[in-house]
């Protein structure tokens, strides 16, 4: 049997800081620039959304008069953790209950833009928003001096183009959260998840299906090393090694995929990468076997590319768990969504999100729609089909941590169906 | 006990402040009054009088002076929606309503007298002002007519009614030979005979003869007494000197103490009894005069406890500084002004207002005023005040900086009609300097604002006063009490950003808003205006003297009132102590030190020394003195006889006033408490709470009035007696304890006193759960209370459990005062605020109580000091924990001794004179290897030097200098070797030193790349790892990038907490706070980011 191929290229270089020089810059500039960007999108928008309201910014804000801001919002969290903290004069003898998110009844939503702040009350649900959103909304300042919120307009998704006509079934497994060598991997069950796609297992049936697998993404996270040895302190010479364990393991495992179909590797959290997003790719030296096949490819976190003209977009995750824990959604898809409404992926970076300092750019906004938005690391699957107002069409993916569930997931080019490949190495089930 | 005084000549320095007098020097009527001295005045003397005279010339002059609101409307349009409310119209017109007002501030002035009121006397006159708010928020000027001032002499034995008047004439002709100059047509106005009794010594007889002197004005008396002093020659009667009694007395307390006023109650003026002013005098909205019998003044308790709406307004200004300098009002202008004007009572102010120098863009919910020139900024600043009309003033150090600043500015700009900023007409603020000198608070130079009406609170004299803090900078302080870092903008960018555009000055006025908005916050959360009033009711003095005056001025006023009632009289008996004496202090039983792992009970007696003075009658008027006993010849029941060997006779034969004074206290303190508890209004509840704390401090310091010998009333026969007591009483209570609870009387344990201090007593009962020592604790405080004199009581009070004893007043301890969980951790006297030190001595002190009292882990706790030691020594502490700040005070020449912070500005300068540290400034900085046998003051550096050069630092320095001492304080009681186990161990042989990147032999060196494994040098350019460490590739590039990644969060986190300081995410954070916990790590962050990078890109091949 053949397996299918499909055109790919990345659209990741945007994610790629090689050629930033940091000088000494601060996060004011990344402000800006997401400010300015989206202001001439919103701008745009206000006309058929609300016409024939003055925009105006902070400063030219006059009380009781109806008007349009657009501004980068803020939300003061009063949970908020602080660096300040670990210096506060009393150490609390008792140690705080940690609630699961940093949201309070009391926090309050700011907008600011160039010439100013002001803060916000009426129909904007704090919950539901987190600093670093750029929205554009309709009311009007208060005698207290507030703005009061009627109308709340964001961008909206972004503008798509065509989904390909694929008449042929071609699948994209995504798969996350590996942790190989943390107590919860289990070598027997990503072996069986590596000869389901590489055609050593099952039946005719399940063999035609795996030849149509055209590419593996791993989205984040595929080792696991012990925080111990990477502290600073000085690791004693047996030890040395151990670090390295993990990612050898992870290596002879990838280098068995990738000598039968392509392979994007995505750095998380956890991975060793840089900390703040845009993570860069997973160094080669790393993977001493796998880097040697040509369809092997460590790609930055957010990624973004192509196949066969069905774009993607994806992250490993740290995005929505932050805006987790700043704001509140009946689920991550939500989150998900908001985003692309958002047309931001990361929000909340830099504020509470680490992220680079850049000077004139901010790669995450989203400039165009991908038909295919996956996040990585989450707590179970998910999906759903995305309709934009503009009959825009966006498959949103929730991939489960692999080493806690045993799930991946597998997308058809043809439809954007989604599946589940579930493995268990238990035989009571 | 005494120091403070030596240095000083007479008059000695009293505890009460010194030279804080009110009034400029006097001026004869008629003439105009010169501008003040800048100078201090040449001789302190604390509570003087001075004479203004009521200068009706420049009367007119005023009235003319062009207000710039007629100039500017729009200006006028906008002050006038912050006018006070106006007054009702049967109060504009007529006098048919009785009206109350609470007052703030009472002084005086020299006018003619009152034709109407006082039909009988003429010539100029004493009149009171009384400067108040009433209930609805007008503001009140009350001018009260007739009240004299007077003092009394002891009558010579023998003097008839022909002799008094003889006496009269005499000390009249005295008066006006040395008051040549003075036109006042008659000095003495009456000298009348009195009975009464001096509060000296126990009498038993009930009163004597004494001279009640009247004079015209105030400063008379002070001359007055002088002549009397030195001795007046009378036929007849030879010549005498006289002792005077209450010649020290400032008329304005004086006429409060009469006519029974407390500092802030409400006064009322009945219906009719009041002249509206024919001649408006004053900015008040309501103008009366009146007589001051006819004043009525109430009581602070139900509808009169309540508060007045004040109008407070908080301020602060921003000079534009030349680079280098600190502003000088002769070269530097003012380019801002934030003023905000808050209700009392009211969570918000209800006008923000900036003022500023050039255009400035909106601010939201701030009224923005733009001026083009300086002029027009300070007048209207002056129309502000002057519209607003603020009953209170504040600020943080304003006193010292923000109003002299304004006004000596104004004079250097020739704006004569600027400072008029008080609440009368025609009178100009004057600035003098004066030395606040008390041996509670310290001495501290200040200037003295005069601002008539209106009562000015500075926060960091408040500040400096009632907290011992490390750093008084608005930064730090509003970081302890509100929880916030502020802003801090350094004054050399101050210039940069008003020579910008209207955006930067945009953001300068933001910043100067909140530095004025702080202020306020501060007074709110800390409950100022309750606390302070409610101390001025309690004591008696205006809520003036608090601020500017110590405490001995509050027990006088408390023991004039008392006095009075009894028909007592005080004599001036001030420069009679040598400020030599001494007197044995307080007790404090030996510590057994140790870490004791049982519960310990803490017995304290309750008001130890006010307790005593009233169990045993301590006061002026029952001390009998030696050669009295015999000569008086007294039973001996009646009478105390002190361990310390004085004789006081027994409350039956006479009752002091002193208990009597601290009966009241104690009494309505309980009260206080006891409504507290009732009380839900939080008005009312800040009001109660207030009080309760004022009458606790003010009982406390009677004792302290009796023991300053430099003080108004000194009393060593008392202060002896009353610590004799209670070193009496500790050790009684030791000797109970343990003979009472012992196996042999059946208790399980044998009681042990580990420890006892002036008012405290530790006991081990020997039991181990908290219940049971509680138990224990109240039997014995219950059983011992009965053996002493009531009111003495002793208490039980908490538990220590455990409890690390070091010394004397060193322990620290988890503080229980329930049997199911403790309350706090306690310490005393170990180094978690000292200010000289580090904030890794804080951090680490802290973290090894926790460890060893709360989590009981002493292997955990030496641990974490080895893991901490260890970080020290590889240079893997954050800098900023190594920040030692000093404040520089006078310039490098003016230190006797070299001092490392003196050293390092000097060094600075020449570096960067634009930044560096001025007179004033606190320096920070940290102590770097230096070659050896460098002096200690040559290796200080600037951190920001430090971090921007790689120099290394010198662990040992902190190691020996910082730590080891407070560290070995805690582990000698808990570790038998604790020196050699903590500082010599294993974890301190590896040290590394970071190379310096820019000085001395490093110029000279050759920089070649290194494996990144191993360290061993690499030939080929472009390698990162050595051929032996290939394979370990993985690994290290992990350890590299794990590295990075830390970084990377640290770098957001802390310059994202900067951003929300700030309050703005699109404009880059300009703050260089040093005072700030992270400024030096957000430094840091900022350069390790960079090297962070050029580390990783090695991998890149």
Request: net charge neutral; aromatic share 8%.
């Given at each position: 049997?053949?397996?299918?191929?499909?055109?790919?290229?990345?659209?990741?270089?945007?994610?790629?800081?090689?050629?930033?020089?940091?000088?000494?810059?601060?996060?004011?500039?990344?402000?800006?620039?997401?400010?300015?960007?989206?202001?001439?999108?919103?701008?745009?928008?206000?006309?058929?959304?609300?016409?024939?309201?003055?925009?105006?910014?902070?400063?030219?804000?006059?009380?009781?008069?109806?008007?349009?801001?657009?501004?980068?919002?803020?939300?003061?969290?009063?949970?908020?953790?602080?660096?300040?903290?670990?210096?506060?004069?009393?150490?609390?003898?008792?140690?705080?209950?940690?609630?699961?998110?940093?949201?309070?009844?009391?926090?309050?939503?700011?907008?600011?833009?160039?010439?100013?702040?002001?803060?916000?009350?009426?129909?904007?649900?704090?919950?539901?928003?987190?600093?670093?959103?750029?929205?554009?909304?309709?009311?009007?300042?208060?005698?207290?001096?507030?703005?009061?919120?009627?109308?709340?307009?964001?961008?909206?998704?972004?503008?798509?183009?065509?989904?390909?006509?694929?008449?042929?079934?071609?699948?994209?497994?995504?798969?996350?959260?590996?942790?190989?060598?943390?107590?919860?991997?289990?070598?027997?069950?990503?072996?069986?998840?590596?000869?389901?796609?590489?055609?050593?297992?099952?039946?005719?049936?399940?063999?035609?299906?795996?030849?149509?697998?055209?590419?593996?993404?791993?989205?984040?996270?595929?080792?696991?090393?012990?925080?111990?040895?990477?502290?600073?302190?000085?690791?004693?010479?047996?030890?040395?090694?151990?670090?390295?364990?993990?990612?050898?393991?992870?290596?002879?495992?990838?280098?068995?995929?990738?000598?039968?179909?392509?392979?994007?590797?995505?750095?998380?959290?956890?991975?060793?990468?840089?900390?703040?997003?845009?993570?860069?790719?997973?160094?080669?030296?790393?993977?001493?076997?796998?880097?040697?096949?040509?369809?092997?490819?460590?790609?930055?976190?957010?990624?973004?590319?192509?196949?066969?003209?069905?774009?993607?977009?994806?992250?490993?995750?740290?995005?929505?768990?932050?805006?987790?824990?700043?704001?509140?959604?009946?689920?991550?898809?939500?989150?998900?969504?908001?985003?692309?409404?958002?047309?931001?992926?990361?929000?909340?970076?830099?504020?509470?999100?680490?992220?680079?300092?850049?000077?004139?750019?901010?790669?995450?906004?989203?400039?165009?729609?991908?038909?295919?938005?996956?996040?990585?690391?989450?707590?179970?699957?998910?999906?759903?089909?995305?309709?934009?107002?503009?009959?825009?069409?966006?498959?949103?993916?929730?991939?489960?941590?692999?080493?806690?569930?045993?799930?991946?997931?597998?997308?058809?080019?043809?439809?954007?169906?989604?599946?589940?490949?579930?493995?268990?190495?238990?035989?009571?089930? | 006990?005494?120091?403070?005084?030596?240095?000083?000549?007479?008059?000695?320095?009293?505890?009460?402040?010194?030279?804080?007098?009110?009034?400029?020097?006097?001026?004869?009527?008629?003439?105009?009054?010169?501008?003040?001295?800048?100078?201090?005045?040449?001789?302190?003397?604390?509570?003087?009088?001075?004479?203004?005279?009521?200068?009706?010339?420049?009367?007119?002059?005023?009235?003319?002076?062009?207000?710039?609101?007629?100039?500017?409307?729009?200006?006028?349009?906008?002050?006038?929606?912050?006018?006070?409310?106006?007054?009702?119209?049967?109060?504009?017109?007529?006098?048919?309503?009785?009206?109350?007002?609470?007052?703030?501030?009472?002084?005086?002035?020299?006018?003619?007298?009152?034709?109407?009121?006082?039909?009988?006397?003429?010539?100029?006159?004493?009149?009171?002002?009384?400067?108040?708010?009433?209930?609805?928020?007008?503001?009140?000027?009350?001018?009260?007519?007739?009240?004299?001032?007077?003092?009394?002499?002891?009558?010579?034995?023998?003097?008839?009614?022909?002799?008094?008047?003889?006496?009269?004439?005499?000390?009249?002709?005295?008066?006006?030979?040395?008051?040549?100059?003075?036109?006042?047509?008659?000095?003495?106005?009456?000298?009348?005979?009195?009975?009464?009794?001096?509060?000296?010594?126990?009498?038993?007889?009930?009163?004597?003869?004494?001279?009640?002197?009247?004079?015209?004005?105030?400063?008379?008396?002070?001359?007055?007494?002088?002549?009397?002093?030195?001795?007046?020659?009378?036929?007849?009667?030879?010549?005498?000197?006289?002792?005077?009694?209450?010649?020290?007395?400032?008329?304005?307390?004086?006429?409060?103490?009469?006519?029974?006023?407390?500092?802030?109650?409400?006064?009322?003026?009945?219906?009719?009894?009041?002249?509206?002013?024919?001649?408006?005098?004053?900015?008040?909205?309501?103008?009366?005069?009146?007589?001051?019998?006819?004043?009525?003044?109430?009581?602070?308790?139900?509808?009169?406890?309540?508060?007045?709406?004040?109008?407070?307004?908080?301020?602060?200004?921003?000079?534009?500084?030349?680079?280098?300098?600190?502003?000088?009002?002769?070269?530097?202008?003012?380019?801002?002004?934030?003023?905000?004007?808050?209700?009392?009572?009211?969570?918000?102010?209800?006008?923000?207002?900036?003022?500023?120098?050039?255009?400035?863009?909106?601010?939201?919910?701030?009224?923005?005023?733009?001026?083009?020139?300086?002029?027009?900024?300070?007048?209207?600043?002056?129309?502000?005040?002057?519209?607003?009309?603020?009953?209170?003033?504040?600020?943080?150090?304003?006193?010292?900086?923000?109003?002299?600043?304004?006004?000596?500015?104004?004079?250097?700009?020739?704006?004569?009609?600027?400072?008029?900023?008080?609440?009368?007409?025609?009178?100009?603020?004057?600035?003098?300097?004066?030395?606040?000198?008390?041996?509670?608070?310290?001495?501290?130079?200040?200037?003295?604002?005069?601002?008539?009406?209106?009562?000015?609170?500075?926060?960091?004299?408040?500040?400096?006063?009632?907290?011992?803090?490390?750093?008084?900078?608005?930064?730090?302080?509003?970081?302890?009490?509100?929880?916030?870092?502020?802003?801090?903008?350094?004054?050399?960018?101050?210039?940069?950003?008003?020579?910008?555009?209207?955006?930067?000055?945009?953001?300068?006025?933001?910043?100067?808003?909140?530095?004025?908005?702080?202020?306020?916050?501060?007074l709110d959360k800390l409950m100022y205006i309750y606390n302070y009033v409610e101390m001025a009711r309690v004591t008696g003095v205006p809520i003036s003297f608090l601020l500017s005056r110590g405490q001995s001025i509050k027990v006088l006023s408390q023991l004039l009132r008392k006095a009075k009632q009894r028909n007592l009289v005080i004599p001036n008996m001030k420069g009679q102590g040598s400020g030599q004496d001494t007197f044995e202090g307080a007790t404090v039983l030996e510590a057994r030190a140790g870490y004791y792992e049982k519960p310990i009970a803490t017995l304290d007696f309750a008001s130890l020394y006010p307790s005593i003075m009233m169990a045993h009658n301590l006061c002026y008027c029952t001390l009998v003195p030696p050669e009295d006993v015999r000569k008086l010849n007294l039973p001996p029941?009646?009478?105390?006889?002190?361990?310390?060997?004085?004789?006081?006779?027994?409350?039956?034969?006479?009752?002091?006033?002193?208990?009597?004074?601290?009966?009241?206290?104690?009494?309505?303190?309980?009260?206080?408490?006891?409504?507290?508890?009732?009380?839900?209004?939080?008005?009312?509840?800040?009001?109660?709470?207030?009080?309760?704390?004022?009458?606790?401090?003010?009982?406390?310091?009677?004792?302290?009035?009796?023991?300053?010998?430099?003080?108004?009333?000194?009393?060593?026969?008392?202060?002896?007696?009353?610590?004799?007591?209670?070193?009496?009483?500790?050790?009684?209570?030791?000797?109970?304890?343990?003979?009472?609870?012992?196996?042999?009387?059946?208790?399980?344990?044998?009681?042990?006193?580990?420890?006892?201090?002036?008012?405290?007593?530790?006991?081990?009962?020997?039991?181990?759960?908290?219940?049971?020592?509680?138990?224990?604790?109240?039997?014995?405080?219950?059983?011992?209370?009965?053996?002493?004199?009531?009111?003495?009581?002793?208490?039980?009070?908490?538990?220590?459990?455990?409890?690390?004893?070091?010394?004397?007043?060193?322990?620290?301890?988890?503080?229980?005062?329930?049997?199911?969980?403790?309350?706090?951790?306690?310490?005393?006297?170990?180094?978690?605020?000292?200010?000289?030190?580090?904030?890794?001595?804080?951090?680490?002190?802290?973290?090894?109580?926790?460890?060893?009292?709360?989590?009981?882990?002493?292997?955990?706790?030496?641990?974490?000091?080895?893991?901490?030691?260890?970080?020290?020594?590889?240079?893997?502490?954050?800098?900023?924990?190594?920040?030692?700040?000093?404040?520089?005070?006078?310039?490098?020449?003016?230190?006797?001794?070299?001092?490392?912070?003196?050293?390092?500005?000097?060094?600075?300068?020449?570096?960067?004179?634009?930044?560096?540290?001025?007179?004033?400034?606190?320096?920070?900085?940290?102590?770097?290897?230096?070659?050896?046998?460098?002096?200690?003051?040559?290796?200080?550096?600037?951190?920001?030097?430090?971090?921007?050069?790689?120099?290394?630092?010198?662990?040992?320095?902190?190691?020996?200098?910082?730590?080891?001492?407070?560290?070995?304080?805690?582990?000698?009681?808990?570790?038998?070797?604790?020196?050699?186990?903590?500082?010599?161990?294993?974890?301190?042989?590896?040290?590394?030193?970071?190379?310096?990147?820019?000085?001395?032999?490093?110029?000279?060196?050759?920089?070649?790349?290194?494996?990144?494994?191993?360290?061993?040098?690499?030939?080929?350019?472009?390698?990162?790892?050595?051929?032996?460490?290939?394979?370990?590739?993985?690994?290290?590039?992990?350890?590299?990038?794990?590295?990075?990644?830390?970084?990377?969060?640290?770098?957001?986190?802390?310059?994202?907490?900067?951003?929300?300081?700030?309050?703005?995410?699109?404009?880059?954070?300009?703050?260089?706070?040093?005072?700030?916990?992270?400024?030096?790590?957000?430094?840091?962050?900022?350069?390790?980011?960079?090297?962070?990078?050029?580390?990783?890109?090695?991998?890149?091949?």
């Amino acid at each position: 049997m053949e397996r299918k191929q499909a055109d790919y290229g990345t659209q990741d270089e945007r994610y790629m800081i090689q050629g930033e020089r940091y000088q000494g810059q601060q996060y004011s500039h990344i402000y800006f620039t997401r400010l300015h960007h989206m202001r001439t999108l919103l701008h745009a928008l206000v006309p058929s959304r609300n016409p024939n309201v003055p925009v105006t910014t902070v400063l030219g804000l006059e009380e009781g008069k109806d008007c349009v801001l657009v501004g980068t919002l803020f939300k003061h969290m009063k949970l908020k953790p602080s660096i300040l903290d670990e210096y506060s004069k009393e150490r609390s003898v008792v140690p705080l209950v940690k609630p699961h998110n940093f949201m309070h009844p009391e926090d309050n939503l700011i907008l600011e833009d160039e010439s100013g702040r002001v803060a916000l009350a009426g129909a904007i649900p704090p919950a539901a928003y987190v600093t670093g959103v750029v929205v554009a909304l309709h009311g009007k300042e208060t005698s207290a001096g507030n703005f009061l919120v009627e109308d709340v307009l964001e961008a909206g998704l972004p503008p798509q183009t065509l989904l390909p006509s694929i008449n042929e079934d071609k699948y994209v497994v995504f798969v996350s959260g590996l942790s190989v060598g943390s107590s919860t991997f289990n070598p027997l069950q990503f072996q069986l998840l590596i000869d389901h796609i590489t055609g050593h297992l099952g039946d005719e049936n399940e063999q035609t299906v795996a030849s149509k697998i055209v590419r593996v993404v791993v989205a984040g996270n595929s080792v696991h090393i012990a925080p111990r040895y990477l502290n600073g302190q000085t690791v004693a010479a047996k030890d040395q090694p151990r670090i390295a364990e993990p990612i050898k393991e992870l290596d002879i495992m990838l280098t068995q995929l990738v000598a039968s179909l392509p392979v994007d590797i995505m750095p998380g959290c956890n991975d060793p990468a840089n900390f703040s997003l845009p993570q860069q790719p997973l160094h080669r030296c790393l993977f001493s076997g796998a880097s040697t096949y040509n369809t092997f490819s460590s790609c930055p976190n957010p990624h973004e590319f192509e196949l066969d003209n069905v774009k993607f977009l994806g992250t490993s995750g740290q995005n929505i768990d932050d805006l987790y824990k700043y704001s509140d959604a009946k689920d991550r898809l939500e989150f998900m969504e908001r985003t692309l409404t958002w047309r931001h992926l990361a929000p909340t970076a830099p504020n509470s999100l680490g992220c680079y300092p850049y000077t004139d750019k901010d790669p995450f906004l989203v400039e165009s729609c991908p038909h295919v938005y996956f996040v990585g690391n989450q707590d179970r699957y998910e999906s759903r089909l995305l309709q934009g107002s503009e009959k825009q069409q966006v498959r949103l993916i929730s991939i489960p941590r692999f080493c806690d569930t045993g799930i991946a997931v597998m997308l058809n080019l043809r439809n954007l169906e989604c599946t589940t490949l579930s493995f268990s190495t238990s035989f009571d089930s | 006990m005494s120091s403070g005084g030596k240095r000083r000549a007479a008059p000695p320095a009293a505890p009460s402040a010194a030279g804080a007098a009110k009034r400029a020097h006097p001026t004869p009527p008629g003439a105009p009054q010169p501008p003040p001295p800048a100078a201090a005045a040449a001789e302190e003397e604390d509570m003087m009088d001075e004479d203004v005279f009521l200068d009706e010339t420049i009367l007119e002059e005023d009235e003319a002076a062009l207000l710039l609101l007629d100039r500017d409307e729009a200006l006028a349009s906008r002050l006038s929606r912050w006018k006070r409310p106006a007054l009702p119209a049967d109060l504009v017109s007529g006098c048919s309503r009785s009206v109350a007002f609470q007052q703030l501030d009472i002084d005086y002035v020299i006018g003619e007298s009152h034709k109407e009121l006082l039909p009988k006397s003429s010539g100029p006159a004493a009149i009171i002002r009384i400067f108040g708010v009433t209930r609805e928020g007008h503001s009140v000027c009350c001018q009260v007519h007739g009240f004299e001032p007077y003092f009394y002499i002891s009558c010579p034995s023998g003097m008839g009614p022909d002799d008094i008047s003889r006496f009269k004439q005499i000390l009249e002709v005295r008066m006006k030979e040395s008051n040549r100059s003075s036109n006042v047509p008659k000095f003495v106005k009456s000298v009348e005979l009195v009975q009464k009794q001096t509060i000296m010594h126990y009498q038993p007889q009930k009163s004597q003869s004494f001279l009640k002197i009247v004079v015209t004005l105030p400063t008379m008396v002070a001359s007055c007494r002088g002549i009397l002093e030195r001795g007046i020659t009378m036929e007849g009667l030879g010549s005498k000197s006289f002792l005077t009694y209450e010649s020290n007395i400032l008329f304005a307390l004086r006429f409060m103490i009469d006519c029974n006023i407390v500092g802030g109650n409400w006064l009322e003026v009945p219906a009719g009894k009041y002249r509206k002013a024919a001649r408006i005098m004053s900015y008040c909205q309501l103008e009366l005069d009146c007589l001051y019998s006819d004043l009525v003044s109430h009581a602070a308790e139900g509808e009169y406890s309540k508060m007045a709406p004040f109008r407070i307004l908080s301020f602060d200004i921003e000079c534009a500084g030349r680079k280098g300098h600190f502003p000088e009002p002769t070269h530097d202008p003012v380019i801002q002004i934030a003023n905000l004007l808050t209700l009392q009572g009211e969570a918000q102010p209800f006008v923000r207002n900036v003022m500023t120098l050039k255009s400035c863009s909106p601010i939201v919910g701030v009224d923005v005023m733009s001026f083009d020139t300086e002029r027009d900024i300070l007048l209207a600043w002056r129309d502000l005040i002057r519209e607003a009309d603020p009953d209170i003033i504040i600020g943080y150090n304003i006193c010292k900086f923000d109003l002299p600043y304004l006004i000596e500015r104004a004079e250097v700009l020739k704006i004569v009609e600027f400072p008029l900023l008080g609440r009368i007409r025609n009178s100009r603020v004057r600035v003098r300097d004066t030395t606040f000198n008390s041996r509670q608070y310290g001495t501290r130079e200040s200037k003295d604002v005069t601002l008539e009406g209106r009562v000015q609170f500075d926060l960091l004299q408040a500040m400096q006063r009632d907290y011992k803090l490390s750093s008084y900078s608005l930064n730090s302080v509003s970081a302890h009490f509100l929880g916030e870092q502020k802003e801090d903008v350094h004054h050399s960018i101050i210039s940069d950003l008003q020579n910008g555009n209207s955006e930067t000055r945009r953001r300068l006025a933001v910043y100067c808003l909140k530095d004025a908005y702080l202020p306020q916050r501060l007074l709110d959360k800390l409950m100022y205006i309750y606390n302070y009033v409610e101390m001025a009711r309690v004591t008696g003095v205006p809520i003036s003297f608090l601020l500017s005056r110590g405490q001995s001025i509050k027990v006088l006023s408390q023991l004039l009132r008392k006095a009075k009632q009894r028909n007592l009289v005080i004599p001036n008996m001030k420069g009679q102590g040598s400020g030599q004496d001494t007197f044995e202090g307080a007790t404090v039983l030996e510590a057994r030190a140790g870490y004791y792992e049982k519960p310990i009970a803490t017995l304290d007696f309750a008001s130890l020394y006010p307790s005593i003075m009233m169990a045993h009658n301590l006061c002026y008027c029952t001390l009998v003195p030696p050669e009295d006993v015999r000569k008086l010849n007294l039973p001996p029941e009646s009478l105390y006889k002190t361990p310390s060997g004085e004789i006081f006779v027994k409350q039956e034969l006479q009752k002091g006033i002193l208990p009597e004074i601290l009966e009241e206290l104690l009494a309505a303190r309980k009260r206080a408490k006891a409504d507290l508890k009732e009380a839900k209004d939080p008005f009312e509840r800040a009001v109660l709470d207030g009080r309760q704390l004022a009458l606790k401090i003010s009982a406390n310091s009677v004792y302290g009035f009796t023991g300053a010998t430099v003080g108004q009333l000194p009393c060593l026969e008392i202060s002896s007696s009353v610590t004799s007591y209670g070193r009496q009483m500790i050790e009684h209570t030791k000797k109970l304890v343990e003979d009472k609870f012992t196996t042999l009387n059946g208790y399980e344990h044998n009681a042990e006193v580990i420890y006892g201090d002036t008012d405290s007593v530790m006991v081990q009962f020997g039991v181990s759960t908290v219940e049971d020592a509680m138990k224990l604790g109240r039997e014995a405080a219950d059983f011992i209370s009965e053996t002493f004199i009531k009111p003495i009581k002793l208490e039980f009070e908490k538990i220590y459990f455990p409890y690390l004893l070091i010394s004397k007043k060193r322990y620290a301890g988890l503080y229980w005062t329930n049997p199911e969980k403790f309350d706090k951790m306690d310490t005393k006297g170990i180094e978690t605020v000292r200010r000289d030190n580090c904030l890794l001595v804080k951090n680490l002190v802290t973290e090894c109580l926790h460890k060893l009292l709360v989590d009981r882990d002493i292997p955990g706790a030496v641990q974490y000091v080895k893991n901490t030691i260890s970080d020290l020594l590889m240079n893997r502490v954050d800098l900023s924990l190594l920040v030692i700040t000093k404040g520089l005070t006078k310039t490098g020449e003016d230190y006797a001794v070299k001092a490392a912070h003196v050293e390092l500005a000097e060094r600075m300068r020449k570096r960067d004179a634009a930044t560096a540290p001025t007179v004033g400034d606190r320096v920070p900085y940290v102590i770097i290897k230096a070659a050896k046998g460098a002096k200690a003051y040559e290796k200080s550096e600037d951190p920001i030097y430090v971090l921007d050069n790689n120099i290394p630092i010198d662990p040992h320095y902190y190691l020996e200098n910082q730590i080891s001492k407070p560290l070995l304080r805690i582990f000698e009681p808990i570790l038998k070797n604790a020196s050699r186990e903590l500082l010599h161990g294993s974890h301190t042989r590896a040290v590394s030193i970071s190379t310096p990147s820019n000085s001395g032999i490093m110029k000279f060196a050759k920089k070649q790349l290194t494996c990144l494994g191993c360290k061993a040098v690499i030939s080929g350019p472009n390698q990162t790892l050595c051929s032996h460490c290939k394979g370990r590739e993985a690994e290290l590039y992990c350890k590299t990038v794990a590295n990075v990644s830390d970084l990377e969060m640290l770098f957001g986190k802390l310059w994202t907490q900067c951003q929300e300081c700030q309050g703005s995410l699109h404009q880059d954070v300009l703050c260089t706070s040093r005072d700030c916990p992270i400024f030096y790590r957000r430094r840091k962050a900022q350069k390790d980011m960079a090297e962070a990078r050029v580390q990783l890109d090695r991998w890149d091949f």
